[in-house]
Each structure stands twice: as C-alpha cells, then as structure tokens.
C-alpha cells in the first residue's frame, strides 16, 4: 500500500513538474509557417527524389534530404473542411489560421458566412510581432488571405484587397494581383495603392524596388507576374526580373526583424497547387524546389537566433499524384531535368499559333521539343496530332472532358511526359489525402503526431502565448 502510494505520489510530481517546465516555455520570437499549397507526401517526396537524381541517372536512394524533410519533428494533419473530404484552400487555410471548420470558398468566416473567426496572425499582431504574409500567387488569393480577411466568398478579390489594406499588418509580398489594387482594373474604381501609401506602406511592383526598401518599412509588393499577372512566373519560366522564394523571405526577414519582439512570417508556394492542377509534373518540382530553398534561408536564419520556430505544412494535396503506375517498378523524375517550359507557355504559344493559323502538325512537333520532349514515338506523334484536332474543334465540353478543362495540346505534352517517368495523376483537382506536417525550432515537439488541421493553429496559440480561444 505504501510502495503504491509512493509511486502515485512520484507519477504525480513529474506531471507537475513537467506542466511547470511547459508552463515556463518562453514564447519563439521569431515564426515561420511555410505553406505549400497542393503540396502532399508525394510531392515532397518527388521532389527529395530529384535533389538525388542526376540528369540522366535515376536516383537509388534519399540520402539527400529536402529541408523540409531533414525538421526533426514529423507529424501528419488532416485537411477536411466543414462539408466535404475534399476541401479547398481557403477553409483548409482558414483552419490553419483560426483553429475553425469552416465551408470551402470561405475565408476567416464560420459556416454562417457571417461571423468573424479570430485569427493568429491577428492576435500575434496584438501581441507586438511584426506579420508578414508572402505568396509566389497573387496576395489576394485564397491561402494568404485566410491570414488578415474575412469574407464569404474567395472570389471577391478587390474586396479582400480593400481588407489588405485596413489590417494593418506590416508585409505583403505576391506575385501579380496588380488589377485588384489599380484603379483604372478595379470595379469600384478606386485607387488602393494611394490608400495604402496613406496608411504608411512603401509600394514595390519590380525586383528592385522591392530590394530597395529600408528595414521597419511597412510593405505592399505586388511583384510581376506570369503571362496571365496572376502569380509569379513559374521557376523554370522565370528572368533576371524575377524574385525566387528565397530571395522574398531573405529581404522579409531583413525588413521585419527590426522589431524587437520579433515577427510572424507565413509563406505560401501557391504555385504548387497549380502544377498539380495542370499535372505538370515538371513545374510542380522546380516550384517545390524553390519552397525548400525558402526553408533553407529560415534555417540558416535559425541558426543565428535559436529563439525562432519553423512550421512546414500543406493545405490539401492536389492531383492525386502516384509514383509509378500499371505493372512497372520504376519512377524516373530524373527525365524532368530535360523540361524547358511550363504549359503556361506552351498554351501561350499554341494561342500565338492559333492566332496565325499556323497550328500544325510540323509547328507542333518543334513545341513539344521545346517543351522537353525530344525524340518522339510515332504513338507520342499520334496522340500529339490528336490533341492538335481536338484544340481545333472548341468544343469547351470534350476538352473539359478528356483534357481537364486545358489546352489538349499541352495536357498531352505533359501526360507523354508523365509516362515516360512512369507517373500518374489521377486528379485535376485537390483530393482528401492527409498532409505531412514537419517542424524544428521552440515548442517545435508540440507539433507530432496524426492531428486535424484546426490543431496546428491551436497549437501555435499555446506554444506563442497568442491568449486565442474557442
């Protein structure tokens, strides 16, 4: 009877001891949630798989990690929203910034449409930290959003701008998104940049009057943006006039960590998702690529100032994406090494052709070996030829049908790609597949184990000392 009482009155000690050592965690000064949207464990994974390959030699082991990958606390989280297995970005976001379900399409809002969630960006930013919101896709859109707006559709983009405006936060950084704060492209006609210099922002649209700006300066850049101005170009379409992750979140951290009770950075590869959605395998892993290296610049920042707290998660996975397909054991992303363009430039180009009524066959075949696709098949030529008839006809239903919605021609590029690597996407949407969640730094540990994705945010709460409740 004694000996138990001993040990109950030992158990009870090292649970208290260690919900006082919690207890005195000191709050990361410095956050970081990174945010690849699409971004599944197949994604991750191709893309560690390409850091080991080698033009022309498949890679037969991992040995060399993603930076995303090497964070020494691994988790998975849930991405359901409030109606359906299949979510979309701005109620998955939503969770991860305010710890609610909430419907697809709606952003910082219950599912009334009507009520506010609060938000950890928000409360961070009541609690001293600088907040900096970044996006290769335009700042407006559904990811980035659901850290500063709350509204009942994601589609209102010059409303959530207008919202951009009044947050008060102290960073924005994305890619296109122009037309949303120019009076001359907006519906109401007025002139959000002129506002947002009134409330003190420094206004940036090139790459160097982004890099330009001054350390504790309060920021709107809306950086160039690809051919449709909705997002940064993809990495392997990009010029000397464009800006890598990495160089964003190395100028951000610069610009806010002149606040001495630190920041809250959330970065967001939007680009991702849209390769996925496309099925342009190629694109997905360049732009996964650049992510990790944004990782790598809040490592290195680590390392300097170890009260820091790094967070990488994705959204929902995109597209389905399967490592090898039908009977054969193999998967060969060491081929996308020889991808030059995006489809974004491929449909750019079928359109100039179209334009010109020099859409053939001849013309075709020299896009796909600008694209990457040397040396074709006569089965590859056949299917290419196809898809030139099918873009001919205009019929919105077939195409939508049997290419997704995309330009026949570059879905087939990229589909006779795809099967050269033996690889399959089953999907032109996101699906409900569980997400890896990886995390290093202050309060990192918290962060383990098979959780929803309205934890993460719950978590942060804690481990930041927001003081949020539900």
């Keep these: 009877m004694f000996r138990k009482l001993r040990l109950s009155l030992f158990v009870l ?19 970081f949630m990174f945010i690849g949207d699409g971004m ?12 080991n390959n080698k033009p022309g030699v498949t ?23 409030s109606t359906s297995i299949v979510p979309d970005s701005a109620s998955t976001a939503t969770s991860l910034a305010s710890g609610y379900k909430t419907l697809s399409g709606v952003i910082g809002m219950k599912e009334d449409k009507v009520t506010k969630v609060p938000l950890i960006s928000e409360f961070l930013k009541q609690k001293g930290l600088s907040v900096g919101i970044i996006s290769d896709v335009k700042i407006v859109h559904a990811t980035p959003a659901a850290f500063y707006a709350h509204i009942d559709s994601r589609n209102k983009y010059d409303e959530i701008a207008s919202q951009l405006i009044h947050s008060g936060f102290d960073l924005f950084v994305g890619g296109g998104g122009d037309k949303h704060f120019n009076p001359a492209t907006r519906k109401d006609g007025k002139d959000l940049y002129a506002e947002a210099a009134s409330r003190g922002y420094a206004l940036a649209r090139t790459r160097d009057e982004f890099l330009a700006l001054k350390k504790g300066t309060k920021v709107l850049a809306n950086l160039p943006g690809d051919v449709y101005g909705e997002a940064l170009p993809y990495v392997m379409d990009r010029t000397g006039a464009d800006l890598n992750l990495d160089e964003i979140v190395s100028k951000s951290i610069d610009l806010l960590s002149g606040n001495p009770k630190g920041f809250f ?18 694109a997905a892993i360049v732009n996964m690529l650049d992510l990790d ?8 920042f680590k390392e300097k100032n170890p009260d ?4 990488v998660t994705g959204d929902h996975e995109c597209g389905g994406l399967g490592l090898s397909m039908g009977n054969t054991y193999r998967v060969n992303p060491e081929l996308f090494y020889g991808q030059k363009i995006s489809h974004e430039v491929v449909d750019e180009k079928i359109k100039t052709l179209t334009g010109k009524k020099e859409l053939n066959e001849e013309a075709v075949f020299r896009l796909a070996e600008e694209f990457g696709l040397a040396s074709l098949t006569e089965t590859e030529k056949t299917a290419i030829v196809k ?11 077939l195409i939508k049908t049997l290419y997704g919605g995309y330009r026949p021609v570059s879905m087939v590029f990229k589909r006779l790609f795809n099967t050269r690597a033996n690889l399959y996407w089953t999907s032109y949407s996101h699906t409900g ?11 990192a540990d918290r962060f383990a184990g098979y959780i929803d994705n309205t934890d993460v945010c719950k978590i942060l709460n804690i481990v930041a000392q927001a003081e949020m409740k539900w």
């Design 13 to 31: 000690m090292v649970l208290l001891v260690t919900a006082f050592a919690y207890a005195q965690d000191k709050a990361p000064k410095h956050i």
């Design 40 to 51: 599944g464990v197949a994604q991750r994974q191709i893309a560690e798989l390409q850091l």
């Design 265 to 282: 950075m959330v970065v967001e590869g939007g680009k991702i998702d849209w390769a996925c959605h496309a099925n342009d395998t190629g």
């Design 59 to 81: 890679a037969t082991s991992q040995k060399v990690r993603l930076n995303m990958n090497s964070l020494k606390v691994l988790g998975m989280n849930t991405t359901y929203d």
């Design 433 to 443: 597949i569980p997400v890896m969640l990886t995390a290093e730094g202050a309060g």
């Design 293 to 300: 290296k944004a990782i790598g610049t809040a490592l290195a």
């Design 308 to 311: 820091t707290l790094i967070i």
């Design 387 to 397: 898809s030139i008839a099918d873009e001919q006809t205009g019929d919105k239903d």
